[in-house]
């Protein structure tokens, strides 16, 4: 019993010796006690989200697959996908969206399209496509009045961030591709001129602005300046202006709307110069082009000083007061050009339109289509990585306050205190 007191005694020693310096050096206030291990630990990293955002990262998709995606919508899709999402555990910061150009690229007109973008980023190391880009089906009325089934899934894709961009091809008429000749092409722009179309597109801004994308790119009447689509300027260029501030007017007067009209001709004259079939500015928010690697032989300084092309847009913006974009550009007539590429890259990072979105399919395409290897290398080396969002940087190492020195009090009493202590000689700092 005698020896068992004995060594009790000597356990309560260290901590009657503890207490007396705390006791001292707290009532001298000369210096402080602290835990030296306060300044190794960090707050709990935050649980993982709840459903229905799942915390694990999704499945990498194969970088490099073969699918060729049909270049024209069809009727509007059967089903509704929602897009396939990740989230990582950490928050992540959103980049500037002023240091480069928006993008993205044209993949699917369906649901397809949206879940190709996860994947086209993953095949550019995680580079952020903030730009949706999709065609309402101009075969019929009811189609171009824009179905919810097919709407939903791109709205649904634009809301899960701010800085996010849905651009929307919008035909004017329907039997968009039918090859309608100029003398009905004429009676329906005028027929439009006169209203008697208004409602479908009343209905199209009611649906966009119910499915909380107000602020939907309306690419409206695209590429007017050729021969391909019946909503083309040519048979008529007064009564498409008027017919197309007639569509902007209603839509317009949706209340909620917040649209952006861009208007698109294709580079070049084609069948008329497109600068006759501008509507004007209290219309149009954006001067588009949809700029193609084309005609067969023509370099690229050719499109951009050729009349009608590449620098007649871009002055002619500034002229007006307007951003610029590429809705669509892309390979084609000269088949594997890596220098079209590389030139059509910069030309848009020096001009900074508000976005640009590649038409990815053959023979345009560089990722959907792997006949186009040169150009694809071209396109992935400008383009990895670009305003990939990075995770805020947490110090890995723990730090202690300056002029903090632990003491060596054993492992018995630093157990029973629950850390090492710390004294802090700042005390002629406190008392200035």
Request: charged share 25%; hydrophobic share 35%; proline share 11%.
């Amino acid at each position: 019993m005698a020896r068992k007191r004995r060594e009790a005694k000597r356990r309560r020693l260290p901590l009657i010796a503890v207490g007396a310096l705390i006791s001292l050096v707290v009532a001298s206030g000369s210096v402080s006690v602290e835990r030296a291990d306060a300044y190794a630990r960090s707050d709990p990293a935050p649980p993982p989200p709840t459903s229905p955002v799942p915390w694990w990262p999704a499945e990498v998709p194969d970088p490099t697959p073969s699918v060729s995606a049909s270049p024209e919508p069809s009727a509007s899709p059967t089903t509704s996908v929602s897009p396939t999402t990740s989230a990582s555990p950490t928050a992540t910061s959103t980049p500037s969206p002023d240091k480069y150009p928006a993008f993205g690229a044209y993949l699917d007109y369906g649901p397809r399209g949206i879940t190709r973008m996860a994947k086209l980023s993953d095949w550019l190391g995680g580079a952020d496509l903030r730009v949706g880009h999709t065609y309402l089906p101009g075969d019929q009325w009811n189609n171009i009045e824009g179905k919810p089934s097919f709407l939903a899934p791109w709205a649904e894709w634009r809301l899960e961030r701010d800085d996010r961009l849905f651009a929307l091809n919008v035909p004017m008429l329907e039997r968009n591709e039918e090859g309608v000749p100029d003398s009905e092409v004429r009676g329906l722009l005028r027929q439009g001129a006169a209203g008697d179309f208004d409602e479908h597109f009343r209905t199209l801004a009611e649906r966009l602005v119910d499915l909380d994308v107000p602020d939907t790119i309306v690419v409206l009447g695209w590429e007017m300046n050729g021969v391909t689509y019946t909503h083309r300027c040519g048979p008529d260029p007064a009564a498409w202006k008027q017919y197309w501030t007639r569509i902007v007017t209603v839509m317009r007067s949706v209340p909620g709307q917040k649209f952006r009209f861009d208007f698109t001709p294709s580079r070049g004259r084609d069948a008329v110069p497109w600068t006759e079939c501008y509507p004007g500015d209290d219309v149009v928010d954006i001067v588009g082009m949809d700029s193609y690697d084309q005609p067969e032989g023509k370099s690229f300084d050719e499109q951009v000083s050729e009349p009608y092309g590449l620098q007649a847009q871009v002055d002619f913006a500034t002229k007006h007061g307007k951003p610029i974009s590429y809705p669509e550009w892309g390979l084609f007539r000269n088949g594997d050009n890596s220098e079209y590429m590389k030139r059509m890259l910069a030309w848009m990072d020096e001009h900074k339109p508000l976005y640009n979105t590649l038409t990815d399919y053959c023979p345009h395409g560089v990722w959907q289509c792997d006949e186009n290897p040169k150009a694809s290398a071209a396109y992935r080396a400008v383009l990895t990585g670009r305003d990939k969002p990075t995770a805020p940087t947490q110090p890995t190492n723990p730090t202690q306050p300056p002029q903090c020195s632990p003491l060596d009090l054993g492992d018995w009493v630093e157990h029973w205190l629950g850390g090492k202590l710390c004294l802090r000689f700042d005390w002629w700092e406190r008392n200035s």
